[in-house]
């Protein structure tokens, strides 16, 4: 193959690389567990964590109020997506912390809003 046809080849497949990619990545949509590495419960809502055992026994303790949870959940939901990721990490169920048996560790979910 000469020079010239070689330069027009790598110019063809780059230009459809350049085509082929964004067509792929709107393919993908949203990952079907949007949450990190660890958070293995998969995506919650203010409902779901409500319902939590760590958040129904800091409830009953007096410890944060429904609204306080409420509150917390809307902080943490940076994307407005409704839904937060949440788990005990080992630091916290081990901790000497005070109140360190209701903490739970929450993130937000990786979806992005369409």
Known sequence: MNRSKKIVTAALVAALMLVAAPVGAQAAGKPANSCPVGFDGGPQTVEQILANPRSQA??????????????????????????????????????????????LNLVDDNSSVR
């Not at 409420?70 to 901790?95: E, M, P, Q, W, Y």
């Open 58 to 103: 800091a409830l009953a303790a007096g410890v944060v109020s429904e609204a306080g949870i409420r509150a917390g959940f809307a902080s943490v939901d940076k994307n407005g997506t409704g839904r937060i990721c949440a788990k005990v990490s080992h630091g916290l169920a081990t901790s000497n912390k005070p109140n360190g048996q209701y903490l």
